[in-house]
């Protein structure tokens, strides 16, 4: 008789609702190899695996680039909407209004965010939606070969030899200035910071705003920009003509709060991260306001939670809706009938 038996094999790690990690996976990333958008993926899975989100009450909405691909990229079994360029912020409000026991991630990149987008963006922020408002700001159009976007740096080259002289737009200051309730600023490459942040801003009620600084390590190679990492290959070549990728390793980083660092990229450009230090109070809005620009001015990003307002009414709550989503409610419920009907007509008599 056989007396040798299989060792059980291991229970598989789940989190609190008992889901795998891998359940909150999504498609095999199409990005280039290195790029910064797909280390966020990674932490945007992380962080709704670590606080045990129902990826079946998630919807996931971007607008058009490749930040805005990624969606496809994390949380597989979640709702998803890819909308127009620039429009996410409407389609986001539209679905919340409808439905307001989902959790709504957005994924938008710093030209849907910052140019074409720049309306909505703005009415986004005053209006504090619940939704984590993700920004991988590569200070260029990546899906459309590396043209400027309105984050790129005063300074910064394109290959034909092209200089960007319009000032950047900071979003995060954008953002508090607006009356936005959670802003912070990150690097891809921070697995930590990010990931903290990612847990923080899905812990929040209202919008989180989170600008992700993300190197294309494609298009901005651009000497002396601050926000990206290049590939070397040959000189000279036109921006239409670029027909292979490069694989890079992911640029990693790790530094203490209250510190800075300094992150070389591929093509010799300096990155110049400031975390913020553990006395910082992210409830002030004026020495958020102060730091952001004193950073700036030293050609350096400030990184963490920068204003966080965490009670503010809600979109949802202002707007006063019932508490059952209006999606669920049945035509009894959201037909008025005759007598109301003519009760307000009467009093507009
Ligand atoms: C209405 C409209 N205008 C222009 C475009 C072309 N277009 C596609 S993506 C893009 C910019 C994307 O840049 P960004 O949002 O920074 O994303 P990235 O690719 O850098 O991640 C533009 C201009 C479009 N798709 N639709
Ligand atoms: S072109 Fe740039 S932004 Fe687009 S996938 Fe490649 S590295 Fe990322
Ligand atoms: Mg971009």
Redesign the pocket.
């Known amino acids: 008789m056989d007396t040798t038996t299989t060792p059980p094999s291991p229970p598989k790690k789940t989190n609190r609702i008992g889901l795998e990690l891998a359940t909150y996976r999504g498609s095999k990333t199409t990005l280039c190899a290195g790029c910064g958008?797909n280390a966020i993926s990674e932490r945007i899975i992380d962080a709704f695996y670590e606080m045990g989100v129902d990826p079946r009450q998630v919807i996931k909405l971007s607008?058009?680039?490749?930040?805005?691909?990624s969606p496809a990229y994390f949380l597989g079994t979640s709702h998803g909407f890819n909308a127009?360029?620039?429009r996410m912020p409407s389609v986001a409000t539209g679905a919340l209004l409808a439905n307001r026991k989902l959790i709504a991630v957005g994924v938008?990149?710093?030209?849907?965010?910052?140019?074409?987008?720049i309306g909505q963006f703005v009415h986004l922020m005053r209006r504090n939606l619940p939704l984590v408002y993700i920004i991988?700001?590569?200070?260029?159009?990546?899906?459309?070969k590396g043209?400027f976007?309105p984050?790129a740096d005063v300074g910064s080259r394109l290959k034909n030899g092209v200089v960007n002289d319009l000032p950047p737009i900071d979003t995060c200051a954008l953002a508090i200035e607006l009356g936005a309730t959670f802003v912070a600023r990150s690097f891809s490459g921070d697995k930590k910071q990010l990931l903290a942040i990612l847990k923080a801003a899905l812990s929040h009620r209202g919008t989180a705003m989170i600008d992700v600084i993300?190197p294309?390590v494609t298009f901005n190679d651009h000497e002396g920009s601050t926000k990206s990492y290049a590939y070397v290959k040959d000189h000279d070549e036109p921006l239409g003509e670029i027909s292979f990728v490069p694989f890079f390793d992911d640029i990693t980083v790790e530094y203490d709060p209250g510190t800075t660092t300094e992150v070389r990229m591929h093509d010799g450009s300096r990155l110049i991260l400031k975390k913020l230090g553990d006395d910082y109070d992210p409830t002030d809005r004026m020495r958020a306001r102060h730091v952001l620009h004193e950073t700036a001015r030293r050609g350096e990003f400030a990184t963490g939670v920068l204003y966080v307002e965490p009670d503010k009414d809600d979109f949802l709550t202002q707007l006063n809706l019932v508490d059952a989503p209006l999606a669920e409610l049945p035509e009894s419920r959201t037909r008025p009938g005759r007598a109301v009907l003519d009760a307000v007509m009467e009093s507009l008599r």
């Open positions: 958008h607008g058009i680039g490749c930040s805005s691909k127009v360029h620039g938008s990149g710093d030209g849907d965010t910052g140019a074409i987008g991988e700001d590569n200070g260029c159009y990546g899906l459309t043209q976007s984050t993300s294309c």
